[in-house]
Each structure stands twice: as structure tokens, then as C-alpha cells.
């Protein structure tokens, strides 16, 4: 049985989330944990924050069950509202300031549950041909 936490609208870009989200992913929690405590990012806090709260829905969940077996099975991180702000510029002209924020998803489950997942198909590898050269006519003169 999994477990999931979002955190809304956090004011930072998706892209500086999406760097942590990208380290932890398919982590076992406790090490996602350790990582995210000693990470000099600004985001670390609240992903970290968001991680024991996904730990703590699936405790809920589950009463009675082992959470060392716990990974963090999925998370993504989507852009959120966009504020824009004016900046002085020369000449009078005004540059526009794009103050970014991002939604962020965690899904936690355990190691050994039988998760329903598309069939994955064989793909057969085809040779392709590499397209031929056109001959071209010489133009020098002798």
C-alpha cells in the first residue's frame, strides 16, 4: 500500500527542485533522509520535511508494518504559479522578473509490494539501412 504527500506552491524553480527530487528517487527513505539532512540546498529543508510526512501517511495506512523496507517510489516535481515582477532597466524599458514556484509529489511503498505495471513489450531491433551518398558531378575542368 503506498502513501502520498504534496507540497503546494513552494517558492523556489521547479528546476533547483527538481536536482534533490532526482537524487533521492527510487532511494530507500532512511538514505534519502541522511541525504537530504546534509545537503547545503535551500530546498533540502522542505523536501526532507515532505519525505517524513509521506513516511507518516503510510504509517497510517499500515499499522503494525514494517517501514525499513520503505523506498521512495516516486516523486516529480511540476512548475506551480509563476508571480511576475518589473525590474528597472536602462532607457526607461522595464525587464521582467519571473518569480518561479513548484508543486512537488512523493509517493513511498514498500520494497517487495506487487505494484501493477504496464507490460513491458519486446522491442525487436530492426537494421536500418544508412542512407546512400549522391553521387554528384565534378564540375572542375582540365
Known sequence: MEAVAKLNNYPTSPRKM?????????MKVEKALAILDHNPKHPAVPLRKLVVSAISNWKQKNEGS??????VKTIFVDGARVIKRMRPAPQGRGYRVRKRSNHVTVIVDTVGSKAVAAPVEAVEEVAVEAPKAKKTKSTKKD
Open 18 to 26: 527538481r536536482l534533490l527530487a532526482d537524487l533521492i528517487r527510487g
Open 66 to 71: 514494517d517501514e525499513s523496507a520503505l523506498v
